[in-house]
């Protein structure tokens, strides 16, 4: 079994969003409550692989997305911004880690802190001086992962809602 960490290339999506919306689907992340419909939650998740994809097409500047390979098929990806607004406001490029994803049938493999360490290689390659990513407090593998790699936990928060209509 051979991994490779390359560049997203144009023919990968379809895999990257079937793997994103079966891997995201067990977290409440970004909001995205248990008591919405599982199909547009997934949907959700598809849609994220789709802007990314694209911009990535278009050759957005300060987008940065790779692929995890096992012998040749896509198994996972990674999506990294340097944020210009942050960059400005605080006089350092700031990056963020926005989505980091392994298919579920391969986790516990070292897929995920692969994609992670070529993040890091790509951040600085970007000059950024400063990282941050966000994920459920609950999901241990991520934050395992993100503090293999020099992540500290500087913040915990809490998404509040409730359903208006019957
Ligand atoms: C988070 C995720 C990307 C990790 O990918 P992975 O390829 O399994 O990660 P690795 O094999 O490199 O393992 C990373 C760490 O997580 C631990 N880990 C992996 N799977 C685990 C599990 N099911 N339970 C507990 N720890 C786990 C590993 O032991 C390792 O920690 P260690 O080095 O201290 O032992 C993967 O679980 C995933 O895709 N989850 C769903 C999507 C997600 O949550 N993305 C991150 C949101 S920001």
Known sequence: MTITIDN?????????????????????????????PRDKVEDAFREEVQSYTRRAQEQTEGLGVFV?????????????VV????SQQFGMKWGILASLVVDPDYHHQGIGTALIKRAMEWFRE????????????NNIAAIRAYEAAGFRVIYSGLTLSQKLSD
Request: proline fraction near 2%; glycine fraction near 8%; hydrophobic fraction near 35%.
């Open 83 to 86: 944020n210009q607004g942050r």
């Open 8 to 36: 997203y290339r144009p023919g990968d999506e379809e895999r990257m969003k079937d793997i994103a919306a079966r891997a995201f689907s067990r977290f409440t992340r970004e909001g995205l409550d248990f008591m919405l």
């Open 68 to 80: 995890a390979r096992r012998d040749g098929q896509v198994v996972g990806h990674i999506a990294l």
């Open 126 to 137: 970007q000059r950024c001086e400063y990282v941050e990513v966000s994920t459920d407090q």
